[in-house]
């Protein structure tokens, strides 16, 4: 399955915050959208960073609670891994694992086109076992699952 099949069915909407934006602000937008990080972006196209929960809670114990009045881009990540909607699912699943995180933008001409999380990548992979298991159930028995 190819990253564009799961946006096609997902949709193109990236929530991002400008690099200003403070990390209590930005823990008020992942609360607000039910997400786990936000694309770090001056002009909500170009990805300049990404900044997950996870970034809050490594800064908040390093630091305390004086990060939160810091803007997002004191925490944030800025060598950010992207892929392309031709990317396969596969791919993004090797990507999250090696580099052990959740979340990958999905990029077209340096311009955002959507972010698959690794809740997309479980959902449907899920999807396609399902889907082998009813054809291969089928061939077998003659039945339909
Ligand atoms: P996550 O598992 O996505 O919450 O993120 C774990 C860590 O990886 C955090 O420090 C994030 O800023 C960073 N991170 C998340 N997504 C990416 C990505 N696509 N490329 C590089 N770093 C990332």
């Not at 990317?87 to 999250?96: G, I, K, S, W």
């Not at 086109?113 to 999807?127: L, Y």
């Not at 396609?128 to 089928?138: A, C, G, H």
């Amino acid at each position: 399955m190819r990253i564009s099949d799961i946006l096609r069915v997902k949709g193109e909407q990236v929530v991002t915050v400008t690099p200003e934006t403070s990390t209590e602000r930005l823990l008020g937008v992942l609360a607000e959208y039910r997400i786990g990080a936000a694309v770090v972006s001056r002009d909500g196209s170009v990805v300049d960073g990404i900044v997950s929960e996870r970034d809050v809670v490594r800064a908040l114990a390093q630091r305390g609670a004086g990060v939160l009045a810091e803007p997002v881009s004191a925490i944030a990540t800025t060598r950010v891994r992207t892929v392309t909607p031709e990317a396969q699912l596969e791919d993004v699943e090797r990507l999250m694992t090696q580099g052990r995180f959740r979340h990958v933008p999905v990029v077209v001409d340096g311009a955002l086109c959507g972010v698959v999380s690794i809740g997309d990548v479980v959902k449907n992979r899920i999807g396609e076992l399902e889907t082998e298991r009813s054809t291969l159930t089928e061939y077998i028995t003659g039945d339909r699952a």
